[in-house]
T-cell receptor
């Protein structure tokens, strides 16, 4: 069956712009989590959505937000982009919140100029 | 706060040379410890989940073990295709779905 799908794969933006990333979970999975991966900080948890509700949030500023739709697809939005937001943004899905393991997509590579 | 430290940061092996990767962790109530493999340009690929001290899991040339403070990923007779970054993560009791990751070990296996 199809895995986690993230679009777009690559994105280039300039400082001050905003961006929306999309994630379609594995069919039947209802929990979606977002992570940021950078060379300096590694993989860091952003937030989790389950049944269209944010369940958990990591230590990121309010410029980072997300939402989940009734079909479990999720979007992540970053406003007022900064150079430090350049990263690989990964989405992971699981059947329900707290379920293990989480399965990851191949990410969206975001570059800020 | 949950913490995960992986060592070494990088490891170069000759094909067939067995070794182990270390993952040290502190967590308030372990719900699960996870090993993932990540290839360049790809997302992490799930390998193993370990739940309690003494547990072991095996898959081909890989074997994961767990103690109360550490996990080891043993690689027996590695092949060049085992070259990747190996990530360790923990999920704590109060963390919901949040995984706390270590920095990873970049493994290079030379033929």
């Amino acid at each position: 069956k199809a895995g986690v799908t993230q679009t777009p794969r690559y994105l280039i933006k300039t400082r001050g712009q905003q961006v929306t990333l999309s994630c379609s979970p594995i069919s039947g999975h209802r929990s979606v989590s977002w992570y940021q991966q950078t060379p300096g900080q590694g993989l860091q948890f952003l937030f989790e959505y389950f049944s269209e509700t944010q369940r958990n949030k990591g230590n990121f500023p309010g410029r980072f937000s997300g939402r989940q739709f009734s079909n479990s697809r999720s979007e992540m939005n970053v406003s007022t982009l900064e150079l430090g937001d350049s990263a690989l943004y990964l989405c992971a899905s699981s059947l329900v919140s707290g379920d293990q393991p989480q399965h990851f997509g191949d990410g969206t590579r975001l570059s800020i100029l | 706060e949950d913490q995960v430290t992986q060592s070494p940061e990088a490891l170069r092996l000759q094909e067939g040379e067995s070794s182990s990767l270390n993952c040290s962790y502190t967590v308030s109530g372990l719900r699960g410890l996870f090993w993932y493999r990540q290839d360049p340009g790809k997302g992490p690929e799930f390998l193993f989940t370990l739940y309690s001290a003494g547990e072991e899991k095996e898959k081909e040339r890989l074997k994961a073990t767990l103690t109360k403070k550490e996990s080891f990923l043993h690689i027996t007779a590695p092949k060049p295709e085992d070259s990747a970054t190996y990530l360790c993560a923990v999920q704590g009791d109060n963390a919901g779905n949040m995984l706390t990751f270590g920095g990873g070990t970049r493994l290079m296996v030379k033929p």
